[in-house]
């Protein structure tokens, strides 16, 4: 695996590299991770990973400065998967002045569910992931789905801005006790990972509801947040939503996903599930 930690290098780089697959990440990889990378060699012939901590999708007082930075470890997990190039560059590198010019989602989009709660975020979301899509010239690009409100407005920029690549969403990846696999899972005490897969069992009740054909969404969505809150959490949301665009559905729209985002602790988690 080649690592390059300047934009040249990587231009260089990806002159000869075919049909590339580009994965963005902010490194302390797990195995979610991992199987992005796996995924995306059956959509290239080379795979170019990314580690980059981006401040600029961080609000003041969050993790940006603690965010696990595990650069070695990371480099060996991604050599064993055979991908072929690595850009990891520094912040100077990435933003060699201030970044002005900025990607900014229509607030129907980015100020909902964890743009209510982290405003700015997906603004910068999107401009690291337009510089890196400009770096790297990727054919295809691939971000997990755990990520949900990420991948839509990934997904809605690159067919806005008529990008010549196709954005590619991966299964969210689990533990065995149905916990969804995040670099933030390590913030957790030992008590509160045992507690953490209460998230995803409440998001299955609330999924299973709705095929069996419950339609009083508002009361779902309400339940699950009492039934949270009980159990020691501080819920920011949990909302049942249209899969195409987070917006609010009909009582006939078809094709949901049911999302939360909660604090177990001092740990924020988030996750979905597709009805």
Same mark, same amino acid.
């Given at each position: ?98 970044? +002005? ?92 990972? +045992? ?81």
């Amino acid at each position: 695996m080649r690592i390059h930690d300047t934009i040249a290098g990587l231009r260089a780089a990806r002159g000869s590299a075919g049909r590339v697959a580009l994965v963005p990440t902010m490194g302390n990889l797990h195995e979610g991770h991992i199987a992005l990378m796996t995924q995306a060699r059956s959509h290239a012939d080379q795979v170019i990973a990314t580690i980059f901590v981006n401040r600029l999708q961080f609000r003041p007082g969050e993790d940006f400065e603690t965010y696990p930075r595990t650069f070695q470890a990371d480099c060996e997990k991604l050599a064993a998967a055979g991908v072929e190039h690595l850009f990891a560059p520094t912040e100077a590198e990435m933003y060699p002045q201030p970044q +002005t010019y900025q990607i900014e989602p229509p607030p129907e989009q980015a100020g909902i569910l964890d743009g209510e709660f982290r405003p700015g975020h997906f603004r910068g979301v999107a401009t690291v992931v337009m510089k890196l899509f400009q770096i790297a010239q990727p054919d295809v690009a691939l971000f997990g789905k755990k990520d949900y409100q990420q991948l839509m407005v990934i997904r809605n920029m690159a067919r806005e801005f008529n990008l010549p690549l196709e954005i590619v969403g991966g299964e969210t990846v689990r533990a065995a006790d149905g916990l969804a696999l995040s670099s933030r899972n390590g913030y957790l005490s030992a008590a509160e990972r +045992t507690q953490a897969p209460n998230l995803y069992r409440i998001l299955c009740n609330v999924a299973e509801a709705v095929r069996g054909g419950s339609r009083d969404l508002a009361k779902l969505e309400k339940d699950a947040v009492l039934e949270l809150q009980a159990s020691g959490w501080i819920p920011d949301y949990v909302a049942l939503r249209k899969k195409v665009d987070l917006q609010l559905p009909s009582a006939h729209d078809s094709g949901l996903v049911v999302l939360a985002a909660a604090r177990l602790g001092s740990t924020r988690l988030i996750d979905n599930l597709e009805v």
